[in-house]
């Protein structure tokens, strides 16, 4: 079908010139050449290991390409790297993962300031864990990201990704729980929002205390790995309508999404 479509599409313009008029736009072969050349970002839009590679690449300026991966295709990166993983970067040297380590490759003269070791926030996501696996994972697979575009990346996620209070043993390659089922505790933690959001909004407010700066979550560090953690994670709370974010913390989300060049998710939040 798609051939015969093409072939009628053609024979419609036989009597057109064969050259474009000279005015017409053409894309240097340079500019082409130098595009092709750029690294690849392999990705997931809602990852945060995926996150951290990207708004530490937009602040620093590192040109790239950003290639997004449906979360159900396997075979991309297990060619590259040997399993399913993101975010995965390539350059002339050839594929890598992990984020920190792809990170430190393209900012090998330290613009980032190391991690400063705050204790606080780690505590702070830790104590988020399970909360906001309810109120985010059901956002993920309704709100149009690219790794979920197509059913079978949602129905992937949705298998592989557990709903608190399962573990992940319990749910993954679990054959006793079939992918209904499993969508149907989705939409359970879903309509759980009036509640969860009550409590979301209780520790997002602690944030205001740990937060130095827009420009900067720890006092004195400038851009630093504690930035990339943290924003690369906070980020996802943008996907959740409601929720209420503090002034510091809205000034930070949206500093790094324009330094960064990473959106955040507020126009599609659900």
Not at 75 to 100: F, H, N, Q, R, Y
Not at 172 to 192: I, R, T, V, W
Not at 199 to 211: D, P, Q
Request: include cysteine.
């Amino acid at each position: 079908m798609a051939l015969a479509v093409v072939a009628v599409f053609c024979s419609g313009f036989q009597r057109l010139p064969q050259r474009l008029p000279s005015s017409a736009p053409v894309r240097p072969a340079s500019r082409a050449a130098a595009y092709m050349a750029l690294p690849e970002l392999y990705v997931y839009d809602h990852c945060p290991f995926c996150v951290r590679v990207r708004v530490a690449a937009g602040v620093l300026g590192v040109p790239h390409k950003l290639v997004f991966m449906g979360n159900d295709d396997v075979e991309t990166p297990t060619a590259m790297v040997g399993k399913k993983i993101a975010p995965i970067w390539v350059d002339e040297e050839g594929p890598m993962a992990e984020s920190l380590d792809i990170i430190a490759k393209f900012d090998a003269g330290g613009q980032i300031a190391p991690a400063s070791g705050r204790t606080d926030l780690k505590a702070w996501q830790k104590s988020v864990q399970t909360l906001m696996r309810k109120l985010q994972r059901p956002r993920y697979v309704m709100v149009p990201l690219p790794e979920f575009m197509q059913k079978a990346g949602r129905d992937a996620f949705v298998a592989n990704h557990q709903m608190p209070p399962f573990e992940k043993s319990e749910w993954k390659g679990n054959p006793d729980m079939p992918l209904e089922q499993k969508y149907q505790k989705y939409s359970e933690a879903f309509a759980q929002t009036p509640e969860l959001l009550a409590e979301a909004n209780a520790k997002v407010a602690e944030l205001e205390g740990m937060i130095h700066a827009p420009e900067a979550c720890t006092e004195g560090l400038g851009f630093s790995y504690d930035d990339v953690d943290l924003w690369a994670r906070l980020r996802s709370l943008t996907v959740v309508k409601g929720l209420q974010i503090g002034p510091k913390t809205r000034a930070y989300l949206d500093h790094f999404a324009e330094a960064g060049d990473v959106p955040l998710y507020d126009v599609m939040a659900v």
